[in-house]
């Protein structure tokens, strides 16, 4: 059973930037397609950003749109989440996750793979 492992979480200042990584370990990301989730200390996991196995199209939650940008490297076999202008709320663990195909609705799934999250610490 493979998984996804996420990179590049850390601490960085109000405005600043963060890209993290994606990437699978025992399988390839050709035709997943996948969803980026975040979940603050005593706040619910939510559905943050998702890229379409088929065809690339993305779909951003409305408080990371026009902040955060969603890629994938299918020859690198990784997808990243570029995050600028990050703000405090946005501190939090972000997952990634895959799903067949297409990026279901809410972000609903099912996924077959979970990575086990990065922190992300947005803080002066």
């Known amino acids: 059973q493979g998984q996804l492992v996420e990179s590049g979480g850390g601490l960085v200042q109000p405005g600043g930037s963060l890209r993290l990584s994606c990437a699978p370990s025992?399988?390839?990301?050709?035709?997943?397609?996948i969803g980026w989730f975040r979940q603050a200390p005593g706040k619910e996991r939510e559905g943050v950003s998702c890229i379409n196995g088929i065809d690339g199209i993305t779909y951003y939650a409305d408080s990371v749109k026009g902040r955060f940008t969603l890629s994938r490297d299918n020859a690198k076999n990784t997808v990243y989440l570029q995050m600028n202008s990050l703000k405090p709320e946005d501190t939090a663990v972000y997952y990634c996750?895959?799903?067949?195909?297409?990026?279901?609705?809410?972000?609903?799934?099912?996924?077959?793979?979970w990575g086990r999250g990065t922190q992300v610490t947005v803080s002066s």
């Open positions: 025992g399988f390839t990301l050709d035709y997943y397609a």
């Open positions: 996750a895959a799903e067949s195909l297409y990026c279901s609705s809410n972000y609903a799934g099912p996924y077959d793979h």
